[in-house]
Protein backbone atom coordinates (compact mmCIF):
# COMPACT_ATOMS: atom_id res chain seq x y z
CA UNK A 1 0.00 0.00 0.00
CA UNK A 2 1.66 3.19 -0.84
CA UNK A 3 2.61 5.82 1.75
CA UNK A 4 1.79 9.33 1.71
CA UNK A 5 4.97 11.73 0.91
CA UNK A 6 6.99 11.68 3.58
CA UNK A 7 8.97 15.11 4.74
CA UNK A 8 11.14 13.57 7.48
CA UNK A 9 12.56 10.28 8.39
CA UNK A 10 15.08 10.96 10.77
CA UNK A 11 14.28 7.90 13.62
CA UNK A 12 15.67 8.74 16.32
CA UNK A 13 16.00 12.57 17.87
CA UNK A 14 19.36 14.33 18.51
CA UNK A 15 20.03 13.67 22.73
CA UNK A 16 22.44 16.01 22.69
CA UNK A 17 20.66 18.82 22.52
CA UNK A 18 16.90 20.10 24.26
CA UNK A 19 13.53 21.24 23.79
CA UNK A 20 11.63 23.29 26.30
CA UNK A 21 8.30 23.55 26.94
CA UNK A 22 6.96 26.42 28.58
CA UNK A 23 3.11 26.30 30.26
CA UNK A 24 1.34 29.63 30.31
CA UNK A 25 -2.43 28.36 31.62
CA UNK A 26 -3.96 31.63 31.28
CA UNK A 27 -6.97 31.69 29.22
CA UNK A 28 -10.21 34.83 28.80
CA UNK A 29 -12.52 31.88 28.52
CA UNK A 30 -12.57 28.32 29.34
CA UNK A 31 -13.44 26.41 25.93
CA UNK A 32 -15.99 23.86 26.78
CA UNK A 33 -14.40 20.58 25.14
CA UNK A 34 -11.17 21.73 26.66
CA UNK A 35 -9.04 19.19 29.40
CA UNK A 36 -5.90 21.67 29.82
CA UNK A 37 -4.68 22.31 32.95
CA UNK A 38 -6.03 26.08 32.04
CA UNK A 39 -8.44 28.46 33.13
CA UNK A 40 -9.68 32.08 33.66
CA UNK A 41 -7.36 33.66 36.20
CA UNK A 42 -7.17 37.15 37.65
CA UNK A 43 -4.51 39.38 35.76
CA UNK A 44 -2.63 39.84 39.40
CA UNK A 45 -1.34 36.48 38.72
CA UNK A 46 1.06 36.77 35.83
CA UNK A 47 3.45 38.48 37.58
CA UNK A 48 3.83 35.42 40.64
CA UNK A 49 3.91 33.08 37.50
CA UNK A 50 6.71 34.60 35.38
CA UNK A 51 8.54 34.90 38.57
CA UNK A 52 8.27 31.42 39.37
CA UNK A 53 8.61 30.10 35.96
CA UNK A 54 12.20 32.04 35.98
CA UNK A 55 13.17 30.52 38.93
CA UNK A 56 12.37 26.87 37.61
CA UNK A 57 14.52 27.92 34.69
CA UNK A 58 17.78 29.74 36.49
CA UNK A 59 16.93 26.21 38.86
CA UNK A 60 16.70 23.57 36.27
CA UNK A 61 20.67 22.68 35.64
CA UNK A 62 21.33 22.04 39.61
CA UNK A 63 17.82 19.83 39.89
CA UNK A 64 18.87 17.63 36.95
CA UNK A 65 22.00 17.31 38.33
CA UNK A 66 20.38 16.29 42.11
CA UNK A 67 17.99 13.78 39.98
CA UNK A 68 21.07 12.03 38.18
CA UNK A 69 19.64 13.58 34.61
CA UNK A 70 21.61 14.34 31.81
CA UNK A 71 19.99 18.03 30.77
CA UNK A 72 21.69 19.34 27.54
CA UNK A 73 22.33 22.74 27.27
CA UNK A 74 22.67 23.48 23.73
CA UNK A 75 18.06 24.22 22.90
CA UNK A 76 17.34 24.21 19.60
CA UNK A 77 13.50 24.10 20.11
CA UNK A 78 11.12 26.38 22.21
CA UNK A 79 7.35 26.09 22.55
CA UNK A 80 4.75 28.27 24.64
CA UNK A 81 1.69 26.62 24.96
CA UNK A 82 -1.10 27.12 26.97
CA UNK A 83 -3.55 28.20 27.96
CA UNK A 84 -3.06 31.19 25.82
CA UNK A 85 0.50 32.56 26.04
CA UNK A 86 -0.14 35.57 24.27
CA UNK A 87 -1.95 36.95 27.36
CA UNK A 88 1.01 37.76 28.99
CA UNK A 89 2.91 41.53 28.45
CA UNK A 90 5.19 41.95 26.89
CA UNK A 91 7.53 42.97 30.20
CA UNK A 92 7.06 39.16 30.91
CA UNK A 93 8.14 37.92 27.45
CA UNK A 94 11.17 39.77 27.75
CA UNK A 95 12.05 38.69 31.29
CA UNK A 96 11.45 34.79 30.30
CA UNK A 97 13.83 34.73 27.41
CA UNK A 98 16.40 36.78 29.27
CA UNK A 99 16.16 33.87 32.38
CA UNK A 100 16.00 31.11 28.95
CA UNK A 101 19.56 32.97 27.40
CA UNK A 102 21.10 33.01 30.82
CA UNK A 103 20.43 29.27 31.25
CA UNK A 104 21.32 27.64 27.91
CA UNK A 105 22.73 28.48 24.30
CA UNK A 106 20.60 28.38 21.86
CA UNK A 107 21.79 26.75 18.37
CA UNK A 108 21.94 29.30 15.40
CA UNK A 109 18.50 27.99 14.05
CA UNK A 110 16.42 27.60 16.85
CA UNK A 111 12.63 27.06 16.97
CA UNK A 112 10.99 29.57 18.74
CA UNK A 113 6.88 28.74 18.69
CA UNK A 114 4.09 30.77 20.72
CA UNK A 115 0.65 29.22 20.95
CA UNK A 116 -1.92 32.29 20.22
CA UNK A 117 -5.37 32.57 20.05
CA UNK A 118 -6.83 34.46 17.44
CA UNK A 119 -8.07 38.23 18.18
CA UNK A 120 -6.06 38.14 21.53
CA UNK A 121 -2.71 39.19 20.06
CA UNK A 122 -2.04 43.00 21.33
CA UNK A 123 0.28 44.97 19.11
CA UNK A 124 3.30 45.22 22.26
CA UNK A 125 2.99 41.79 22.40
CA UNK A 126 3.55 40.93 19.22
CA UNK A 127 6.87 43.46 18.85
CA UNK A 128 8.22 41.87 22.35
CA UNK A 129 7.75 38.00 20.67
CA UNK A 130 9.62 39.38 17.42
CA UNK A 131 12.40 41.45 19.16
CA UNK A 132 12.94 38.03 21.36
CA UNK A 133 13.40 35.87 18.61
CA UNK A 134 10.17 34.46 17.89
CA UNK A 135 9.71 32.78 14.62
CA UNK A 136 6.89 30.20 14.53
CA UNK A 137 3.73 31.06 15.57
CA UNK A 138 0.14 28.45 16.07
CA UNK A 139 -3.23 29.85 15.95
CA UNK A 140 -5.47 27.86 17.86
CA UNK A 141 -8.59 28.56 14.61
CA UNK A 142 -10.64 25.09 15.49
CA UNK A 143 -13.18 26.29 12.75
CA UNK A 144 -13.83 29.21 10.46
CA UNK A 145 -17.16 29.18 10.63
CA UNK A 146 -18.01 31.56 13.74
CA UNK A 147 -21.12 30.00 14.67
CA UNK A 148 -19.23 26.62 15.55
CA UNK A 149 -16.48 28.89 17.29
CA UNK A 150 -19.11 30.78 19.62
CA UNK A 151 -20.51 27.34 20.76
CA UNK A 152 -17.30 25.82 21.36
CA UNK A 153 -16.50 28.70 23.57
CA UNK A 154 -13.88 30.48 21.58
CA UNK A 155 -13.98 34.60 21.08
CA UNK A 156 -12.57 34.94 17.95
CA UNK A 157 -14.12 35.47 14.09
CA UNK A 158 -13.05 34.37 11.08
CA UNK A 159 -12.11 38.02 10.58
CA UNK A 160 -10.02 38.64 13.80
CA UNK A 161 -8.01 34.92 12.52
CA UNK A 162 -7.26 36.62 8.84
CA UNK A 163 -6.31 40.09 10.55
CA UNK A 164 -3.90 37.94 12.36
CA UNK A 165 -2.59 36.12 9.52
CA UNK A 166 -1.81 39.36 8.09
CA UNK A 167 -0.26 40.57 11.26
CA UNK A 168 2.21 38.10 11.56
CA UNK A 169 3.70 37.94 8.71
CA UNK A 170 3.74 42.12 8.12
CA UNK A 171 5.67 41.31 11.80
CA UNK A 172 8.15 38.77 9.49
CA UNK A 173 6.61 35.60 10.94
CA UNK A 174 5.83 33.63 7.90
CA UNK A 175 6.30 29.99 10.17
CA UNK A 176 2.85 29.79 10.77
CA UNK A 177 0.44 26.55 12.51
CA UNK A 178 -3.00 26.70 11.91
CA UNK A 179 -5.64 24.25 14.32
CA UNK A 180 -8.52 22.71 13.16
CA UNK A 181 -10.66 20.16 15.34
CA UNK A 182 -12.74 17.89 13.55
CA UNK A 183 -16.54 17.58 15.72
CA UNK A 184 -17.37 20.76 16.97
CA UNK A 185 -21.11 20.84 18.04
CA UNK A 186 -23.09 22.13 15.20
CA UNK A 187 -20.38 21.05 12.56
CA UNK A 188 -21.00 19.08 9.25
CA UNK A 189 -19.52 18.01 6.08
CA UNK A 190 -20.06 21.13 4.23
CA UNK A 191 -18.83 23.35 7.34
CA UNK A 192 -16.03 20.96 7.80
CA UNK A 193 -14.83 21.71 4.24
CA UNK A 194 -15.78 25.40 4.36
CA UNK A 195 -13.08 25.48 7.27
CA UNK A 196 -10.57 23.28 5.28
CA UNK A 197 -11.00 25.21 2.03
CA UNK A 198 -10.17 29.00 4.00
CA UNK A 199 -6.86 27.33 5.42
CA UNK A 200 -6.14 26.26 2.33
CA UNK A 201 -6.47 29.65 1.07
CA UNK A 202 -4.32 31.37 3.54
CA UNK A 203 -1.48 29.27 2.46
CA UNK A 204 0.09 28.90 5.83
CA UNK A 205 2.78 26.14 5.78
CA UNK A 206 1.85 24.29 8.49
CA UNK A 207 -1.70 22.66 9.62
CA UNK A 208 -2.69 20.57 12.97
CA UNK A 209 -5.99 18.35 12.28
CA UNK A 210 -7.33 17.13 15.59
CA UNK A 211 -10.46 14.78 15.80
CA UNK A 212 -12.65 15.23 19.37
CA UNK A 213 -12.09 13.14 22.04
CA UNK A 214 -14.92 13.05 25.26
CA UNK A 215 -12.74 13.46 28.23
CA UNK A 216 -14.91 13.15 31.28
CA UNK A 217 -12.13 16.64 32.80
CA UNK A 218 -13.96 18.55 30.00
CA UNK A 219 -17.40 20.14 30.06
CA UNK A 220 -18.41 18.78 26.93
CA UNK A 221 -17.48 15.73 27.50
CA UNK A 222 -19.22 15.46 30.97
CA UNK A 223 -22.07 16.58 28.95
CA UNK A 224 -21.67 13.57 26.41
CA UNK A 225 -21.52 11.40 28.86
CA UNK A 226 -24.05 12.26 31.08
CA UNK A 227 -26.24 13.06 27.76
CA UNK A 228 -27.03 16.68 28.73
CA UNK A 229 -27.58 20.03 26.26
CA UNK A 230 -26.35 22.88 27.75
CA UNK A 231 -23.01 22.98 26.04
CA UNK A 232 -24.81 21.20 22.89
CA UNK A 233 -23.55 17.59 23.54
CA UNK A 234 -26.63 16.57 21.15
CA UNK A 235 -24.98 18.45 18.21
CA UNK A 236 -22.09 16.74 17.95
CA UNK A 237 -21.10 14.33 15.01
CA UNK A 238 -21.56 10.98 15.22
CA UNK A 239 -17.61 9.35 15.66
CA UNK A 240 -18.12 7.90 11.53
CA UNK A 241 -18.72 11.83 10.67
CA UNK A 242 -15.89 13.00 12.56
CA UNK A 243 -13.66 10.09 10.77
CA UNK A 244 -15.16 11.21 7.73
CA UNK A 245 -13.93 14.79 8.15
CA UNK A 246 -10.51 13.58 9.22
CA UNK A 247 -10.23 11.41 6.00
CA UNK A 248 -11.53 14.44 3.91
CA UNK A 249 -8.79 17.01 5.33
CA UNK A 250 -5.98 14.40 4.56
CA UNK A 251 -6.77 14.37 0.99
CA UNK A 252 -7.48 17.92 0.57
CA UNK A 253 -3.93 18.75 2.46
CA UNK A 254 -2.23 16.47 -0.19
CA UNK A 255 -3.67 17.72 -3.07
CA UNK A 256 -2.72 21.45 -2.16
CA UNK A 257 1.39 20.23 -1.50
CA UNK A 258 0.85 19.77 2.56
CA UNK A 259 2.12 16.70 3.38
CA UNK A 260 0.93 14.42 6.65
CA UNK A 261 4.20 13.77 8.55
CA UNK A 262 2.04 12.55 12.09
CA UNK A 263 -1.02 11.45 12.72
CA UNK A 264 -2.57 15.00 13.31
CA UNK A 265 0.09 17.26 11.44
CA UNK A 266 0.72 17.98 8.03
CA UNK A 267 3.18 20.51 6.72
CA UNK A 268 4.97 21.64 3.26
CA UNK A 269 8.91 20.65 2.60
CA UNK A 270 10.69 21.95 5.48
CA UNK A 271 8.11 23.08 7.90
CA UNK A 272 7.20 20.31 9.88
CA UNK A 273 7.31 21.74 13.57
CA UNK A 274 10.96 20.83 15.27
CA UNK A 275 9.71 20.89 18.66
CA UNK A 276 7.13 18.29 18.47
CA UNK A 277 9.14 15.90 16.60
CA UNK A 278 11.12 16.01 19.70
CA UNK A 279 8.33 14.09 21.45
CA UNK A 280 7.73 11.58 18.42
CA UNK A 281 11.44 10.81 18.16
CA UNK A 282 11.99 10.41 22.14
CA UNK A 283 14.70 13.09 22.03
CA UNK A 284 15.27 14.84 25.53
CA UNK A 285 12.47 17.80 26.72
CA UNK A 286 12.25 20.09 29.55
CA UNK A 287 8.44 21.25 30.21
CA UNK A 288 8.54 24.12 32.67
CA UNK A 289 5.18 25.76 34.65
CA UNK A 290 1.62 24.03 35.06
CA UNK A 291 0.85 20.58 34.24
CA UNK A 292 4.22 20.66 32.19
CA UNK A 293 5.84 17.13 31.02
CA UNK A 294 9.63 16.62 30.65
CA UNK A 295 11.37 13.37 29.76
CA UNK A 296 15.09 13.43 30.40
CA UNK A 297 18.07 10.46 30.03
CA UNK A 298 19.95 9.53 32.81
CA UNK A 299 23.49 10.66 33.01
CA UNK A 300 24.90 7.49 31.64
CA UNK A 301 22.92 8.47 28.06
CA UNK A 302 24.31 6.47 25.05
CA UNK A 303 21.79 5.55 22.84
CA UNK A 304 22.69 2.13 21.49
CA UNK A 305 22.40 0.79 25.46
CA UNK A 306 18.95 2.65 26.20
CA UNK A 307 19.61 4.43 29.57
CA UNK A 308 16.95 4.82 31.43
CA UNK A 309 14.86 7.66 30.98
CA UNK A 310 13.02 9.62 33.37
CA UNK A 311 9.03 11.23 32.63
CA UNK A 312 7.98 13.83 35.23
CA UNK A 313 5.16 16.36 34.97
CA UNK A 314 4.33 19.37 37.45
CA UNK A 315 1.37 20.17 39.36
CA UNK A 316 -1.76 20.81 37.59
CA UNK A 317 -2.89 23.44 40.74
CA UNK A 318 -2.03 26.52 39.75
CA UNK A 319 -2.46 27.66 43.89
CA UNK A 320 0.03 25.02 44.45
CA UNK A 321 2.48 25.75 41.83
CA UNK A 322 2.69 29.33 42.58
CA UNK A 323 3.32 28.45 46.30
CA UNK A 324 6.20 26.58 45.33
CA UNK A 325 5.44 23.48 47.97
CA UNK A 326 3.56 20.85 45.49
CA UNK A 327 5.61 17.62 44.70
CA UNK A 328 5.85 16.28 41.32
CA UNK A 329 2.18 15.17 39.84
CA UNK A 330 3.73 12.00 38.26
CA UNK A 331 7.41 10.41 38.01
CA UNK A 332 8.24 7.70 36.49
CA UNK A 333 11.85 5.87 35.65
CA UNK A 334 11.43 3.62 31.91
CA UNK A 335 13.56 0.76 31.48
CA UNK A 336 14.48 -0.97 28.38
CA UNK A 337 11.02 -2.67 28.13
CA UNK A 338 9.34 0.99 28.71
CA UNK A 339 11.24 3.03 26.32
CA UNK A 340 11.26 0.16 23.25
CA UNK A 341 6.78 0.44 24.05
CA UNK A 342 7.05 3.98 23.74
CA UNK A 343 9.44 3.93 20.67
CA UNK A 344 6.83 1.87 18.92
CA UNK A 345 3.37 4.03 20.19
CA UNK A 346 5.36 7.42 19.91
CA UNK A 347 7.09 6.04 16.19
CA UNK A 348 3.91 5.40 14.92
CA UNK A 349 2.22 8.64 15.10
CA UNK A 350 4.85 9.60 12.24
CA UNK A 351 4.30 8.94 8.95
CA UNK A 352 7.56 7.27 8.11
CA UNK A 353 7.11 4.94 11.26
CA UNK A 354 9.17 2.79 12.74
CA UNK A 355 12.58 0.96 10.83
CA UNK A 356 13.03 -2.76 11.98
CA UNK A 357 16.58 -1.85 12.05
CA UNK A 358 16.53 1.15 14.11
CA UNK A 359 14.88 -1.05 16.82
CA UNK A 360 17.05 -3.76 16.99
CA UNK A 361 19.95 -1.26 17.35
CA UNK A 362 18.57 0.49 20.33
CA UNK A 363 16.90 -2.44 22.05
CA UNK A 364 18.73 -5.73 20.87
CA UNK A 365 16.80 -8.75 18.46
CA UNK A 366 16.12 -10.66 20.98
CA UNK A 367 14.33 -7.76 23.20
CA UNK A 368 12.40 -7.01 20.29
CA UNK A 369 11.20 -10.26 19.05
CA UNK A 370 7.96 -9.92 20.77
CA UNK A 371 6.73 -6.48 19.44
CA UNK A 372 7.58 -7.05 16.52
CA UNK A 373 5.00 -10.33 16.22
CA UNK A 374 2.50 -8.07 17.12
CA UNK A 375 3.48 -5.55 14.41
CA UNK A 376 3.43 -8.78 11.87
CA UNK A 377 -0.16 -9.54 13.58
CA UNK A 378 -1.26 -5.67 13.18
CA UNK A 379 -0.25 -5.78 9.63
CA UNK A 380 -3.00 -8.96 9.31
CA UNK A 381 -5.63 -7.12 10.06
CA UNK A 382 -5.03 -4.44 8.09
CA UNK A 383 -4.05 -1.58 11.00
CA UNK A 384 -0.19 -1.59 9.53
CA UNK A 385 1.43 -1.35 6.78
CA UNK A 386 5.05 -2.68 5.90
CA UNK A 387 7.90 -2.20 3.34
CA UNK A 388 10.66 -4.84 2.58
CA UNK A 389 13.05 -2.82 1.28
CA UNK A 390 14.05 -1.47 4.05
CA UNK A 391 12.15 -3.12 6.61
CA UNK A 392 9.44 -0.26 8.09
CA UNK A 393 6.13 -0.53 9.77
CA UNK A 394 3.59 2.33 9.17
CA UNK A 395 0.11 2.98 10.51
CA UNK A 396 -2.42 2.10 7.65
CA UNK A 397 -4.88 4.59 6.92
CA UNK A 398 -7.31 2.76 8.86
CA UNK A 399 -5.34 2.26 11.25
CA UNK A 400 -4.37 6.03 11.81
CA UNK A 401 -8.41 6.09 12.49
CA UNK A 402 -7.91 3.85 15.27
CA UNK A 403 -4.38 4.71 16.43
CA UNK A 404 -5.23 4.34 19.96
CA UNK A 405 -6.10 0.60 19.50
CA UNK A 406 -3.33 0.07 17.95
CA UNK A 407 -0.67 1.69 20.47
CA UNK A 408 -2.19 -0.79 23.46
CA UNK A 409 -1.11 -3.43 21.43
CA UNK A 410 2.34 -3.00 21.76
CA UNK A 411 1.63 -2.06 26.22
CA UNK A 412 -0.25 -5.78 25.84
CA UNK A 413 3.29 -7.39 24.08
CA UNK A 414 5.06 -6.59 27.94
CA UNK A 415 2.23 -7.26 30.34
CA UNK A 416 4.76 -6.45 33.26
CA UNK A 417 5.18 -3.05 31.65
CA UNK A 418 4.27 -0.18 33.77
CA UNK A 419 4.25 2.67 31.28
CA UNK A 420 1.07 4.52 29.51
CA UNK A 421 -0.26 6.20 26.70
Partial sequence: MPLTPQIETSPVGNRQSLGLYLSIPFCRSKCTYCNFASGVYPASHHD???????????????????RGLHLPQTVDSIYFGGGTPVLLSSAHFHAIFRAIRETFPLSADVE????????QLSDSTLEALVACGVNRVSLGVQS??????ATSG??????????????????GIENLNLDLLAGLAGQTTDSWRESVDILLQTGVPHASVYMLEIDEDSRLGRELLQGGARYHADLVPSDDAIASMYETAIELFLDAGLAQYEISNFARTGFASRHNLRYWRRAPYLGLGLDASSMLFAEDDSIGSSPASLRFTTTSSLDDYLAGTAPLAEQSWLGPVQQMEEFWFLGLRRNSGIAVADLIRLFGDEAAQPSLAV????????LLCFERHPERFTLSPHGRLLSNNVFA?????????????
Fill in 409 to 421: EFLAAHPSSSASL
Fill in 375 to 382: AHRLVADG
Fill in 112 to 119: ITVECAPG
Fill in 48 to 66: QYVQRLVGDLLASSSQAAE
Fill in 144 to 149: FIDREC
Fill in 154 to 171: RLHTRADVLTDLSRLRGA
